[in-house]
């Protein structure tokens, strides 16, 4: 496809162009083409009859959590296997030749790090780590512990990942900076996501009253299409390493 095939157009690029600042909010798309399954992507193989809805929540590790972590080690293990695609290193290269550059991920597979993003906020924590449900504070096993969940070190109650989940809160702090960066930039992309989780959803809205050009990379239609001022037909790791070639070429 070309670039003007995916949507990007010579005004496009003459704006990323001078653009001081740009803000990213990319979500499980990115990470599709490294093989990790989006959320609206089918559960495959012994966790096919279960939706992430009803397994990612603090009722469900109440109720089970012996269930839930062995869900996440799952998940742990296709994060392990998974490789950061061009779609993650185009962002890699877009932080770079942008003045001020912020990743704010609902993703928590940590791959935008692992890619070499700098300027990353994890809105939705990181499935690699770990926390104390009791205590809140990050905790690994004790080398050796294999029960299932492990207990906290410190406290004794059980260990379980350093996620949001459904009907929790987001970190305040991170996402008072999303929001920040959201309303201080001339450029938002939104990449990869669904736009239907709040209050990740709102960025792109928050950006578009500041004044932000609104540009949306998915290979289908979502609820921030009709207000996205560039949208952007494709997978992520063809075309964002197309949009940063045109940043390159004078
Ligand atoms: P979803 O699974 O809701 O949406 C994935 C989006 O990526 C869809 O819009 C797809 O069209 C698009 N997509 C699929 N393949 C793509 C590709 N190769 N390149 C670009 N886009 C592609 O995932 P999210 O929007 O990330 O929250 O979901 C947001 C949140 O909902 C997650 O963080 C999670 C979930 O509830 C929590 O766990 C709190």
Redesign the pocket.
């Known amino acids: 496809m070309s670039d003007a095939g995916m949507g990007i157009t010579n005004a496009l690029t003459s704006v990323l162009r001078g653009a001081r600042g740009v803000t990213v909010l990319t ?4 990470s ?2 490294s093989g990790v399954p ?4 089918a559960q495959t193989g012994l966790w096919a009859r279960y939706e ?2 009803e397994l ?1 929540t603090p009722e469900a590790f109440e109720r089970d959590p012996r269930l839930v972590w062995e869900w996440y080690q799952w998940r742990r293990d296709l994060v392990r296997q998974a490789e950061p695609n061009p ?1 993650h290193r185009a962002l890699v290269e877009f932080e770079r030749r942008v003045p001020t550059f912020l990743l704010a991920t ?2 928590v597979d940590g791959l935008h790090r692992r890619a070499g993003s700098e300027n990353v906020l994890e809105l ?1 924590g990181n499935i690699m780590r770990s926390k104390c449900s009791v205590e809140g504070v990050e905790a690994e096993p004790r080398t050796g512990d294999e029960s299932v969940p492990p207990p906290c070190p410190g406290c004794g109650a059980f260990l379980r990942p350093d ?4 009907g929790e809160a987001l970190p305040e702090d991170v996402f008072a900076a999303a929001s920040e960066a959201a309303r201080n930039c001339d450029v938002f992309l939104s ?7 709040y209050p ?1 959803a709102s960025l792109p809205s928050e950006a578009a009253r500041s004044g932000a050009m609104l540009v949306e ?4 239609d ?1 609820p921030l299409t009709p207000h996205a001022d560039y949208t952007l037909r494709g ?3 063809e075309v964002l390493p197309v949009l940063v070639d045109a940043l390159r070429t004078p």
């Open positions: 979500g499980s798309g990115v599709a083409e989006t959320f609206r992507d992430p809805q990612a779609g609902q993703n939705h996620v949001v989940w459904f990449v990869g996501t669904s736009s239907l989780v990740a990379v998915n290979p289908d979502t997978r992520a790791g």
